[in-house]
């Protein structure tokens, strides 16, 4: 029997002898110059960002991870399926890399795409502590490609990360530079009267909220592959080639609205899972999301790859040309976004009643409608969906189901809509050039990962926080005060996320796959962070199949450490089942 | 379908090869900071200026705040006074520790100590206080104080900041003091006390560490207050100019 065991296993590995990788990564502190500024960071073989990592789907890597801080660190392989105790959470997965020590991950590679990996270890993430991954497929992949390059982005502050969380706890605005004004008061009120503006910010005082809270952390230089707009990091083409741009966002802090005028994008992969390809000529990218689109630039000339922050305070920007040095031009930043009442939807204990007349002051009277039919509809529509997700939702329809709300609520059509955003929502994109933009319910998976089934149960996770004391919870708990999520292995769970607040939320689970509800059924896609925006109900599925513990939290650097944060463990599994009993004893004892 | 594979060969890599996998025991605890309250610190001078008042009396003036603490609980030492560069003497000078707990969303509750030693008689009060954002952007903070003698007093300090741009941010401020109890010793009548009305226009100059500002304060003294002030030859009102910077560590 035990031969048996031993020979299967050999036979098993064969294949994958050949395909074992070493990867040697040291962390350094490093020099980070964005082209405005100079900065000290932490950075992967001396530079930041950290190199590329190519692994081959099927191999086994080991990567030797050596710490040369003074202070303790680890490498977290964000989207990667693993072990989880290669999963490189400090105090989750492992205790963390002591300075000095090497840490040797070994882990399989079982799927392929776009990844990237960055510490879990206090702030050194937005301090330059990331680097991408590629995994070659395989098998074939469904598109063609010339050309790839990684576009890696992320917002680069002059603060150092502490002082950021500091200054926000202190003063929350402390960053925020597009707050309003007396001279946007008069100019609303020339454009929507004078009564309606003052109702309007008489609205927003009396919840103590700002329009203009889109962006936490305004000030910072948007940098791709470390380089800032005036480095103009470059990618070199010829013209009529395919290229394959891997988008990353390793920001701390900032979803980018990516455009390149000029060109249409083929998205053909979202977080590492390749999607029915969607023809778009703008996308948003969230914190800690990739997207691969393929473009083809037929002329011999430059284009600008323009990732412009959602809150409209700070843009990266990068070049495809057919030679270094070439250049095209760099469009100007739009409005800054405003909120509206709709995107306060998800609060609790909001008088939807009072707000009809609330919202005169920053919309049109088309929009107004819309925005009205919606702070009325919230409620219900809530109360409705979940009726009907306990008898049999899982093909849930959200584009539908918002293509309903629009039909039977709204009475002309009120500017851009996303079922992925509250309705009349202020952060709705829409694209520079008036094209198409990507939206979630556009997603479909390319091939499903799993076969559909029933959810076995579902777990309503509110997002929840205090902007003015700048705390950050689920469930209106902090992570320092929670007990951990458990969960079953062998059971396919339905998370619902209620944004309770007026911020986005990129959710990560870690060691899972999360399947974003778009309401494609089994073509729903197959994601790694899920963004969920304010006033908005997101539903996805996870199937558990990786025992252990794992983290699951909102990516933005500073609502993590603020708290918005879970641990998640998993029970039970193929291992053995007295694991889970001892685990559940040490835990509890604990963690509690 | 196909990543079911590649599962199955780690799963069984698991097992076969690497025994680390298998033992959940190793499961750790989370002891990370993470797992820790977040502990912030802040400095801040809300004033820090010279006054040059209507009849040629030149005063500095600090507030200041300095904080440690968790969410839940806080340390604060307030520090205020104004020294009169004429008579070279503290005309107030005042130091509070609290501490202070969150009661609801947008409040604070205050309790601690302060000391009053100017120029004069010193006095110890207990402090109960609120501190916290009120509808329509007031930044409130009301509090009560109890002298050893058992003399009580309130006082209420508003603020509101108009946004002329992100940078240029007009302030005004209103702080009035009620006393219950007469201590005709350090010149506090019962009722109305005095009111201090300033309106300071502030410039970001270094992030929001410091703001130079300029500005106009009007000082009054009411009811006995201000008749005790006359019958020991101070004023009972003055207008200032002052000029000054916000500081914030």
């Known amino acids: ?592 | 379908m196909k990543r079911w594979t590649p599962l199955i060969v780690s799963a069984v890599l698991g097992l076969g090869v690497l025994p680390a996998l298998v033992s959940a025991q190793e499961r750790i605890k989370d002891t990370t900071e993470r797992k820790q309250p977040l502990k912030v610190w802040g400095a801040q001078f809300e004033e820090l200026e010279y006054r040059y008042s209507d009849n040629d009396e030149e005063v500095g003036v600090w507030d200041a705040d300095f904080f440690y603490g968790t969410d839940n609980l806080k340390a604060r030492w307030l520090s205020s006074g104004e020294y009169s560069f004429d008579e070279q003497a503290y005309e107030s000078l005042e130091n509070q520790l609290v501490g202070q707990i969150p009661i609801s969303k947008f409040f604070d509750a205050k309790a601690g100590v302060r000391f009053d030693t100017p120029e004069g008689p010193d006095r110890t009060y207990a402090v109960l206080g609120v501190a916290g954002l009120a509808p329509q952007w007031f930044e409130i903070d009301a509090n009560l104080y109890m002298s050893k003698d058992g003399d009580t007093s309130a006082d209420l300090d508003a603020e509101y900041e108009l946004l002329f741009t992100n940078y240029w941010i007009l302030t005004a401020s209103l702080d009035a003091t009620v006393a219950f109890s007469e201590d005709r010793e350090i010149g506090v009548g019962k009722g109305l006390v005095s009111t201090e009305v300033g309106l300071r226009l502030s410039y970001d100059l270094i992030d929001r560490a410091v703001s130079p500002y300029v500005g106009i304060v009007h000082e009054r003294k009411y009811g006995d207050s201000a008749d005790f002030a006359r019958a020991d030859g101070g004023s009972t009102e003055d207008w200032f100019a002052v000029v000054g910077a916000r500081l914030s560590f």
């Open chain 1, 1 to 592: 029997m035990k031969k048996v065991l031993v020979t299967g296993a050999l036979i098993l590995l064969l294949p994958t002898i050949g395909l074992a990788g070493e990867y040697n990564l040291t962390v350094d502190r490093v020099e980070i110059d964005t082209g405005e500024f100079v900065k000290e960071g932490v950075g992967y073989n001396g530079e930041s960002p950290g190199p590329v990592l190519r692994f081959k789907e099927g191999e086994e890597v080991s990567i030797n991870v050596t710490n040369n801080l003074d202070e303790m660190t680890s490498i977290h392989w964000h989207g990667i399926i693993l072990p989880f105790q290669q999963d490189g959470v400090p105090g989750i997965s492992f205790p963390g890399i002591k300075p000095g020590e090497t840490f040797t991950y070994k882990f399989p590679i079982t799927q392929s795409g776009t990844y990237w990996f960055h510490s879990h270890s206090g702030f050194q993430e937005p301090e330059g502590a990331y680097g991408s991954i590629i995994i070659e497929p395989k098998d074939r992949e469904p598109f063609r490609y010339d050309r790839e390059y990684v576009v890696q982005l992320t917002d680069k502050h002059p603060h150092s990360s502490e002082r950021v969380m500091r200054n926000l706890k202190v003063m929350p605005d402390y960053y925020n530079r597009e707050q309003q004004t007396v001279g946007e008061f008069f100019s609303d009120a020339s454009e929507n009267g004078f009564l309606n503006t003052v109702k309007d910010r008489l609205a927003w005082g009396d919840m103590r909220m700002m329009k203009a809270d889109v962006e936490d952390l305004q000030g910072f230089t948007g940098l791709i592959n470390g380089k800032g707009p005036k480095q103009n990091w470059t990618g070199i083409f010829e013209p009529g080639e395919r290229i394959r741009l891997r988008f990353i966002n390793s920001s701390a802090m900032t979803y980018f609205d990516i455009r390149i005028p000029g060109l249409n994008m083929t998205v053909v992969q979202a977080d590492g899972n390749n999607v029915q390809p969607v023809s778009v000529d703008e996308f948003r990218i969230g914190v800690a999301e990739t997207y691969d689109v393929i473009v083809r630039p037929k002329d011999d000339q430059a284009y600008t790859i323009f990732a412009e922050s959602m809150g409209r305070t700070g843009y990266a920007r990068a070049t495809l040309a057919p030679e270094e040095g070439m250049e095209a031009p760099v469009p100007g930043l739009r409005e800054p976004a405003r909120l509206t009442m709709a995107d306060m939807g998800g609060m609790p204990g909001m008088d939807h009643g009072d707000m009809s007349g609330m919202d005169h002051g920053d919309m049109d009277s088309s929009t107004e409608m819309a925005g009205m039919d919606h702070s009325q509809m919230k409620g219900m529509d809530h109360s409705k969906m979940k009726g009907m997700d306990d008898s049999k939702m899982t093909g849930m329809d959200h584009s539908k189901m918002a293509g309903m709300d629009h039909g039977s609520m709204a009475m002309s059509d009120g500017g851009p809509s996303d079922p992925f955003y509250a309705q009349g929502s202020g952060l709705v994109p829409e694209a520079a050039n008036g094209g198409k933009f990507l939206s979630y319910a556009d997603l479909k998976a390319q091939k499903p990962l799993y076969e559909e089934r029933e959810p076995t149960r579902e777990i309503e996770l509110r997002l929840t926080g205090n902007m003015e004391r700048y705390t950050w919870s689920i469930n209106g708990v902090k992570y320092e005060d929670a007990d951990p999520i458990r969960l079953k292995y062998g059971e396919r769970v339905r998370f619902k996320f209620v944004n309770e607040t007026m911020m986005t939320h990129p959710m990560h689970l870690h060691g899972m796959w999360s399947i974003l509800d778009v309401g494609a059924g089994q073509w729903n896609p197959i994601k790694h962070t899920v963004s969920v925006q304010p006033g908005t109900t997101v539903y996805m599925e996870t199937e558990v199949d990786a025992p252990g513990q794992w983290a699951f939290h909102c990516h933005l650097t500073y609502h993590m450490a603020a708290g918005m944060f879970r641990k998640v463990i998993v029970e039970g599994g193929p291992e053995s089942t007295q694991a889970t009993s001892s685990e559940q004893s040490v835990d509890v004892g604990g963690d509690a």
